[in-house]
């Protein structure tokens, strides 16, 4: 859609009909309510803040002279850059609050699993109450007496039992912290995946919009001058120099001028809705662009491809995200698998019951006692569960593992992509910047031409058409260089401020 609108800006300006006018103009540098009524920008000094503001720097290795329409403005201190829009835009962006809840919530899981590490303490309390039964009597020496023992019917029992997985605590608690903490700092790679993404989409939404306003005012430059025309080609058909075939086709490209406008008008209120709506600002708030095209910048190249896949894979939290991941999946398959093997526990308890069973004869009285006991326990049910659990995270690793390597395959893709769009933007802005010279010198010439009776009208206007359209694709050189760098830093991790 935003090239869309761009292409449509070229398109008003190859109509033919742009008059003669100083070549060095700009956009105004803040949003105008009503863009048809902005004052001309050969006559109002409140437009020099504009073509500048895109801030594209020029490589500090390029000694050309920059071409007037770039250092024309100056940036409006104070103004929106690409940095604080991209600082700003991962503050408010809801998709990185998502990430951020889901990064505390993988360290809550990471701290309640150390919990793991501490003995196992339960509580009884118990009632029973017994039946009385039948007690035999006691024969002595041939003699029978009545059974002295008394029945206690009521019991009551109370006891803490500590158990400590002697095992469990290195084969497979300890694994499982372990994947805790990986899978935490996987969560937090993740957060820092999404601050990654939103930067560079922020980045380049400052662009586009500062793109689609550029475009506006040369549409807007070019309907004013297009009017200036049609009107000195009235007076000159009342006059009888000019014929009305030319008055009626000049209109007819005013009218197509005028089209082409209000498509780049809506193109800047698209982009300015989407600025707008990364950065959480009011829907009536005013855009200054605070950069400047001729500013000098630089961002570090590496010298080939496979050294910025190099830093990529280094530096990428995708990549470390990943790669955390692996590391907990693999603790996990460890903490599965000793799941099925024999369990060493040692296990303490301390009862208060009444009566108490270790108490001959019993008494009707809450008496304390205590044992410690040493078990190993290991059954086939949770052999065959382990098996199967420990199977299902192995096949999870591979797949990890297989992302690894496809996104290793991606960010490769990515670096031959974004090291080629800066190379090919900066070629594109030498010829820019040779084509401005040209069209320049061509328009010149014409006029002079016209001066001297040696050019028709229709050539001088060609010759703006054509100055017109070299100082947009100038414009547009720059901003590419600008998206290409933004590419850049991104492929390399370094995006987010």
């Known amino acids: 859609m935003l090239t869309k609108h761009i292409l449509i800006a070229s ?11 100083c070549p060095t103009n700009g956009f105004a540098q803040s949003e105008s309510p009503d863009p048809a009524s902005d004052a001309s920008p050969y006559n109002s000094p409140a437009t020099n803040a504009s073509v500048d503001s895109l801030k594209i720097p020029v490589p500090a290795t390029t000694n050309e002279e920059v071409p007037t329409i770039l250092n024309s403005f100056a940036p409006v201190a104070g103004g929106w850059t690409a940095e604080s829009v991209a600082a700003k835009a991962v ?26 590490f501490y003995p196992r303490v339960d509580l009884t309390m118990r009632y029973t109450r017994l ?55 996987a969560a937090r790679y993740k957060e820092l995946v999404e601050k990654e993404t939103v930067a560079l989409r922020a ?37 009888g120099v000019a014929s009305k075939p030319d008055l009626s086709d000049a209109r007819a490209q005013l009218a197509q001028a005028k089209v082409g406008l209000a498509q780049v008008q809506a193109g800047v209120q698209v982009t300015g809705v989407i600025l ?3 950065l959480n600002l009011p829907s009536d708030a005013e855009l200054v662009l605070g950069e400047g095209l001729a500013d000098s910048g630089s961002v570090r190249v590496p010298s080939s491809s496979n050294e910025l896949l190099r830093q990529a894979m280094a530096q990428r939290p995708e990549v470390k995200a990943l790669r955390a991941v692996v590391r907990g999946q693999k603790k996990l398959v460890k903490s599965k698998q000793a799941g099925g093997l024999p369990h060493l526990l040692l296990q303490g308890n301390v009862n208060y019951n009444n009566p108490n069973t270790r108490v001959i004869p019993l008494q009707d009285e809450f008496s304390t006692a205590w044992d410690i006991n040493l078990l190993v326990t290991w059954s086939p049910n949770d052999y065959t569960t382990s098996k199967r659990e420990s199977e299902r995270a192995e096949f999870d690793v591979a797949k990890t593992e297989a992302d690894l390597r496809a996104l290793e395959d991606g960010l490769a893709i990515a670096a031959v992509s974004a090291l080629s769009e800066y190379t090919t933007a900066l070629q594109a802005i030498s010829a820019a910047k040779e084509g401005v010279a040209a069209a320049e010198a061509g328009y010149r010439a014409r006029r002079d031409l016209l001066a001297a009776g040696s050019a028709s009208s229709t050539e001088v206007l060609n010759a703006e058409t054509r100055l017109r359209r070299s100082q947009l694709e100038l414009i547009d050189t720059h901003v590419n260089l600008r998206i290409a760098q933004a590419k850049l830093i991104h492929v390399v991790g370094e995006a987010a401020p």
């Open 131 to 185: 039946g009385k039964v039948a007690t035999p009597p006691l024969d002595f020496g041939g003699m029978s007496f009545p059974n002295p023992f008394p029945q206690i019917l009521n019991h009551y029992a109370t006891g803490v039992t500590a158990t400590v997985p002697v095992s469990d605590l290195f084969l497979s608690i300890l694994p499982s912290y372990r994947g805790a903490q990986a899978f935490a700092n």
């Open 203 to 239: 980045r380049e939404a400052y662009y586009r919009h500062a793109q689609t306003r550029a475009a506006k005012q040369v549409a807007q430059d070019g309907v004013r001058l297009l009017e200036a025309y049609v009107v000195d080609l009235e007076s000159l058909v009342g006059a």
């Open 91 to 116: 503050t408010v962006a809801p998709s990185v609050d998502k990430e951020h809840a889901s990064a505390l919530y993988a360290e809550s899981i990471a701290r309640h699993t150390k919990g793991a």
């Open 11 to 21: 398109k008003v300006l190859t109509l033919g009909a742009i008059a003669m006018a």
């Open 276 to 278: 707008r709506r990364m």
